[in-house]
């Protein structure tokens, strides 16, 4: 019973994705734009696009991802759908996990997935793409992780745009600082594991406590 | 049984009604009567857990629903069915995907047959393929209608069950209703219009008024 409802609103917020595309491809089209609009702003200078690439491909993912929070909890708010969860015999921080899931499969997968291809305008080794990959993979899910909480967090507040991206922003800075720190460290030749450990360090207690605190805060924004 | 002890609620640091008392048991149907603004709604959503009470408790069956009875909300939410001003459908998916979804999101399994068994009831049947969003208002509360019907639930509690319905939608809600508490469910609802009797198959059964007094 438990899987099912989990599976179901993972389902259930994929196929309403697909539905209303635009709203998704929004955010990874402001992904492309932004790693494709640097090359051509900084020119042909392939070292200093080398340096900047990590930064600006992990900013640009981080900006991206923020673009979709919003909506993450906002569209079941208005329409009494978190009210049923919340009353579902199936604990909601299992039925949140499902949402930030399939969260993450629209908005930071496609991200995942693009970056390497986009990595190759900054002239970037074979190696280095595939650590930028990896750091992606790890990274991405703890932006809808902790960006959920920040969206629940701000659910039918006046302003919570604003107030979302002042809250969650800040906390964003150490997946930005090791996500990025890996791909420059191969880059530089120096080792990547302990950048992606720490990333890795950071995914499992997202994993874990992200769903849950959401789930808590979305019951104070329900009362 | 239901039982509902001194419950009052405060919006703004005023009371909304004097404190209300009562118990609703298998086979009954209760009628919250009260002027706009009384706190209908909020005694409803007070009573499902969604909201918290400023006093007094709502018991399941001897047992308070608090966080300290983790067992008892988990009992308590498999047995309830709550409808409230907002449907809780999705505009962008079909009426039969509506109720698929959210039957497996209230833990419950519900096959496609039965589903559409419950919209063409309904009068549904020619729009259950179609989008939510290209249907009337009326169409919509008899999606949310259909999805009662398939549901397990013993405890029903809906928030003004009968607006923008049709005459005939209204029959069908009222029998739907009736057949309800004829096989022991129980049922709480809020409505303007004066309802005193529900009717199916002949049978006749009995509302009992509850009144909410603005304090």
Same mark, same amino acid.
């Given at each position: 019973?438990?899987?099912?409802?989990f599976?179901?609103?993972?389902?259930?917020?994929?196929?309403?994705?697909?539905?209303?595309?635009?709203?998704?491809?929004?955010?990874?089209?402001?992904?492309?734009?932004?790693?494709?609009?640097f090359?051509?702003?900084?020119?042909?200078e392939m070292?200093?696009l080398?340096?900047?690439?990590?930064g600006?491909?992990w900013?640009?993912a981080?900006?991206?991802?923020?673009?979709?929070?919003?909506?993450?909890?906002e569209?079941?708010?208005?329409?009494?759908?978190?009210?049923?969860?919340?009353?579902?015999?199936?604990?909601?921080?299992?039925?949140?996990?499902?949402?930030? &899931?399939a969260?993450? @499969?629209?908005?930071?997968?496609?991200?995942?997935? #693009? $970056?390497p291809?986009l990595? !190759?305008?900054?002239? /970037?080794?074979?190696?280095a793409l595939?650590?930028?990959?990896?750091?992606l993979?790890?990274?991405?899910?703890?932006?809808?992780?902790?960006?959920?909480?920040?969206?629940?967090?701000?659910l039918?507040?006046?302003?919570?745009?604003?107030l979302l991206?002042?809250?969650?922003?800040?906390?964003?800075v150490?997946v930005?600082?090791?996500?990025?720190?890996a791909?420059?460290?191969?880059?530089?030749g120096?080792?990547?594991?302990?950048h992606l450990?720490? &990333?890795m360090?950071m @995914?499992?207690?997202?994993?874990?406590?992200?769903? #849950? $605190?959401?789930?808590?805060? !979305?019951?104070?924004? /329900?009362e | 049984?239901?039982?509902?002890?001194?419950?009052?609620?405060?919006?703004?640091?005023?009371?909304?009604?004097?404190?209300?008392?009562f118990?609703?048991?298998?086979g009954q149907?209760?009628?919250?009567e009260?002027?706009?603004?009384v706190?209908k709604?909020?005694?409803l959503?007070?009573?499902?857990?969604l909201?918290?009470?400023?006093s007094?408790?709502?018991?399941?069956?001897?047992?308070?629903?608090?966080?300290?009875h983790?067992?008892?909300?988990e009992?308590?939410?498999a047995?309830?069915?709550?409808?409230?001003?907002?449907?809780?459908?999705?505009?962008?998916?079909?009426?039969?995907?509506?109720?698929?979804?959210?039957?497996?999101?209230?833990?419950?399994?519900?096959?496609?047959?039965?589903?559409?068994?419950?919209?063409?009831?309904?009068?549904?049947?020619?729009?259950?393929?179609?989008?939510?969003?290209?249907?009337?208002?009326?169409?919509?509360?008899?999606?949310?209608?259909?999805?009662?019907?398939?549901?397990?639930?013993?405890?029903w509690?809906?928030?003004?069950?009968?607006?923008?319905?049709?005459?005939?939608?209204?029959?069908?809600?009222?029998?739907l209703?009736?057949?309800?508490?004829?096989?022991?469910?129980?049922?709480?609802?809020?409505?303007?219009?004066?309802?005193?009797?529900?009717?199916t198959?002949?049978?006749a059964?009995?509302?009992?008024?509850?009144r909410?007094?603005?304090?």
């Amino acid at each position: 019973m438990i899987w099912q409802a989990f599976w179901a609103v993972a389902q259930r917020d994929l196929l309403l994705a697909w539905r209303r595309k635009s709203e998704g491809l929004s955010a990874v089209f402001f992904f492309v734009v932004v790693a494709a609009l640097f090359p051509l702003g900084i020119g042909p200078e392939m070292n200093v696009l080398r340096n900047i690439a990590p930064g600006v491909l992990w900013v640009g993912a981080l900006l991206s991802s923020m673009l979709a929070l919003q909506r993450l909890f906002e569209a079941d708010y208005r329409d009494g759908t978190l009210e049923q969860m919340a009353l579902s015999p199936v604990a909601m921080p299992l039925l949140v996990g499902a949402k930030m &899931l399939a969260h993450w @499969l629209v908005s930071g997968l496609p991200l995942v997935l #693009l $970056a390497p291809v986009l990595g !190759l305008q900054f002239d /970037l080794s074979g190696d280095a793409l595939v650590t930028l990959t990896l750091a992606l993979l790890l990274g991405t899910p703890i932006l809808s992780l902790v960006g959920g909480v920040g969206a629940a967090l701000t659910l039918g507040v006046r302003g919570g745009g604003v107030l979302l991206s002042l809250l969650v922003l800040p906390l964003f800075v150490p997946v930005l600082v090791f996500g990025a720190g890996a791909v420059e460290a191969q880059v530089s030749g120096l080792g990547v594991q302990a950048h992606l450990s720490i &990333l890795m360090a950071m @995914l499992l207690p997202a994993v874990f406590f992200g769903p #849950l $605190a959401s789930a808590f805060a !979305l019951r104070i924004a /329900l009362e | 049984m239901l039982t509902i002890s001194n419950i009052s609620c405060v919006r703004g640091h005023k009371p909304l009604f004097t404190p209300l008392s009562f118990s609703l048991q298998a086979g009954q149907a209760l009628h919250l009567e009260g002027d706009n603004g009384v706190g209908k709604t909020s005694l409803l959503r007070i009573i499902c857990g969604l909201s918290p009470a400023d006093s007094g408790e709502v018991l399941w069956n001897g047992h308070a629903l608090t966080r300290q009875h983790p067992e008892v909300v988990e009992a308590f939410r498999a047995t309830l069915c709550y409808m409230g001003h907002n449907l809780s459908l999705k505009e962008d998916l079909t009426p039969i995907e509506n109720l698929l979804f959210e039957a497996q999101v209230a833990g419950r399994s519900l096959s496609h047959e039965k589903g559409m068994d419950a919209l063409r009831k309904m009068g549904l049947n020619s729009r259950a393929h179609l989008p939510l969003r290209v249907l009337s208002q009326g169409q919509k509360r008899r999606t949310a209608l259909a999805r009662l019907s398939v549901t397990a639930a013993k405890l029903w509690v809906l928030d003004e069950p009968f607006v923008a319905l049709d005459a005939h939608s209204l029959d069908n809600l009222r029998a739907l209703l009736a057949n309800h508490v004829q096989q022991g469910g129980m049922l709480l609802f809020t409505s303007h219009q004066a309802v005193e009797l529900l009717q199916t198959n002949g049978h006749a059964i009995e509302v009992q008024p509850i009144r909410l007094v603005a304090a």
